[in-house]
Structures are given as structure tokens and as C-alpha cells.
């Protein structure tokens, strides 16, 4: 099992310009989540998914678009990338579960916007 | 307020060392709690659940104080492999599937 994998792992982009990070999880995981991590801030929720075909808005979704088409995949696209975007993305994924849910991480992508 | 506070630290320990970690959270309606380890730019990964009744892991051991609305992690015999950071988790609320991070706790153990 690969568990949550991400790409790219590395990215630079200008201002104004757009892209889309992929996550891939191989566990079967109905949740999946989008986060990023800044210094000082922790990681804070962008958007999540409960299921295939839905998302929801985290904590921090402006500026951000998931699509979740295959329950294996969740992706995050910037449509107009600035420079407070700058940051590291970690997606998640976790059992849907009534009780105490572990989220496993995938190793992050780092983005940088000039 | 942020929903999860930690103190950012850093904690610097010498090798066998006890040392103990505290966090607080905002939301009294949160019921799902964990501690987290991330080590240097990698990712989160879960050390250990916190119930209700405290909880231990060989030698990591968490309590949770529900009144208090308080969380703590203590490490018994410190490794060089303990350093890392340390991030407090707690949910968004009842049933709530989302998690709030706290900044996290960088421990450094030192030989």
C-alpha cells in the first residue's frame, strides 16, 4: 500500500497563474482533506470530503476549488495564485467511523508563489 | 481565540529525561483528541488517542481534563529519537469531522 501520495512534491508558480494538486489514497478511505501548514498557524482546513461527488468548506477555502470525481482522488486547484498562498499542503484521509477517526497524511506539497 | 493552544516551546531535554507537554482547547463540545508527532518536513503522523480516562503507550502517557477543557502529553525516558514536534488535535465538535491543529511543540532531546 502506497497510503495518501501527493503531487507534485514541489512547486513554484507567479502570481496570477493556476494549478491543481492531486491526492491519491489507496486505503479506501471515504473522508479526505485538504490542509495547509504555515509557521505559527499549525495546519488549518481548506475543504473536505465525506464521500465521492461531495466537499465542504474547511477553515480556510477562499481562493481554493476540490473536485472529488473517484473516491480514491481529491483534488485541489488555485485558480489565481497569490503570494499569502505560499505554503505547505498536506492532504489527509480517514475512515468513516461514528467514533475517534485517525486522518493518515500524505507527505505534503511545498508551493511557492512569486 | 484559537480553537487549540499550545506552548510552541521549544523544549530542549536531556536524554532520559521526563518532560511534559500541555494544550488547551476552545470548544466544549469536542470529543475526538489525539497528539500528533511531525518530525522536520515530513508529515503529521498520529502518536496516540487520548480518552477520556487517560491513557498510556509504553512510555508516552495522555490525559484529558474535560472541565478544565486541557490536554497533556508526558514522555518518560526521553530518546533522541522523541524529537520531533508535538501537535494537540481535537475535533470540531459533536460528530464533527473536521480537526483543529494546535501550532505544535518542538522537543529536542539531547544527548
Known amino acids: 500500500n502506497a497510503g495518501v501520495t501527493q503531487t507534485p512534491k514541489f512547486r513554484v508558480l507567479k502570481t496570477g497563474q493556476s494549478m491543481t494538486l492531486l491526492c491519491a489514497q489507496d486505503?479506501?478511505?471515504?473522508?479526505m482533506y485538504w490542509y495547509r501548514q504555515d509557521p505559527g498557524m499549525g495546519l488549518r482546513l481548506i475543504h473536505y470530503?465525506?464521500?465521492?461527488?461531495?466537499?465542504a468548506k474547511g477553515e480556510v477555502p477562499d481562493g481554493y476549488n476540490v473536485s472529488r470525481l473517484k473516491k480514491q482522488n481529491f483534488l485541489l486547484g488555485l485558480e489565481s495564485a497569490a503570494p499569502s498562498q505560499t505554503s505547505v499542503y498536506f492532504c489527509?484521509?480517514?475512515?468513516?467511523?461514528?467514533?475517534?477517526?485517525?486522518?493518515?497524511f500524505g507527505p505534503g506539497t511545498r508551493l511557492t508563489v512569486l | 481565540r484559537k480553537e487549540v493552544e499550545q506552548d510552541p516551546g521549544p523544549f530542549n531535554v536531556p536524554e532520559g529525561a521526563t518532560v511534559a507537554f500541555n494544550c488547551t482547547y476552545s470548544n466544549s463540545a469536542s470529543q475526538s483528541f489525539f497528539w500528533y508527532r511531525q518530525d522536520c518536513r515530513k508529515e503529521p503522523k498520529l502518536l496516540m488517542s487520548?480518552?477520556?480516562s487517560g491513557n498510556e503507550d509504553g512510555r508516552f502517557t495522555a490525559q484529558l481534563n474535560r472541565a478544565s477543557q486541557y490536554i497533556s502529553l508526558l514522555i518518560r525516558d526521553s530518546k533522541l529519537s522523541d524529537s520531533a514536534t508535538y501537535l494537540c488535535?481535537?475535533?470540531?465538535?459533536?460528530?464533527?469531522?473536521?480537526?483543529?491543529f494546535g501550532t505544535g511543540t518542538r522537543l529536542t532531546v539531547i544527548p
Open positions: 488535535v481535537v475535533n470540531g465538535g459533536t460528530g464533527a469531522n473536521n480537526l483543529f
Open positions: 470530503s465525506v464521500g465521492e461527488g461531495t466537499t
Open positions: 489527509a484521509s480517514s475512515y468513516r467511523t461514528s467514533g475517534l477517526l485517525e486522518q493518515f
Open positions: 486505503m479506501n478511505h471515504e473522508y
Open positions: 487520548v480518552y477520556s
